[in-house]
């Protein structure tokens, strides 16, 4: 069971990124998914998640960023429009696959247990 995200990198203020995660291992489409992110001296948070059909986005990426899926692929995306300087910080991946010493947070009222190794993304000029 793996999750391999990438998009990442430094964007300048007002720009935009696409993250994809990819899975392999297991489908998808038989989990809630979900995008997280931790910024230096934050915790880790829940910017959206997808669970059967209902999407969550939290107050500080809501109308900027955009949580997809392509089963067919077996990946996650999320597209992220005029992103600022705060939304610098490392993005993990996850799916509500629970997997035995991997962290449980919650994002949209589901507990997330299987997570990707991060993709950094810094905005800055």
Same mark, same amino acid.
């Given at each position: 069971v793996q999750l391999q995200a990438s998009g990442g990198?430094?964007?300048q203020p007002g720009g935009s990124?696409?993250?994809s995660c990819a899975? +392999?291992?297991f489908s998808l489409d038989n989990y809630a998914i979900g995008w997280f992110r931790k910024a230096p001296g934050k915790e880790r948070?829940?910017?959206s998640c997808n669970s059967d059909g209902s999407t969550y986005y939290a107050d500080?990426?809501?109308g900027r960023f955009t949580i997809s899926r392509d089963n067919a692929k077996n990946t996650v995306y999320l597209q992220m429009? +005029?992103?600022n300087t705060e939304d610098t910080a490392v993005y993990y991946c996850a799916t509500s696959?629970?997997?035995s010493g991997f962290p449980l947070y919650p994002c949209g009222g589901v507990?997330?247990?299987s997570w990707g190794q991060g993709t950094l993304v810094t905005v800055s000029s």
């Open positions: 990198g430094l964007v990124l696409r993250l899975a +392999s291992g948070e829940g910017i500080s990426v809501k429009n +005029s992103l696959l629970v997997i507990l997330f247990g």
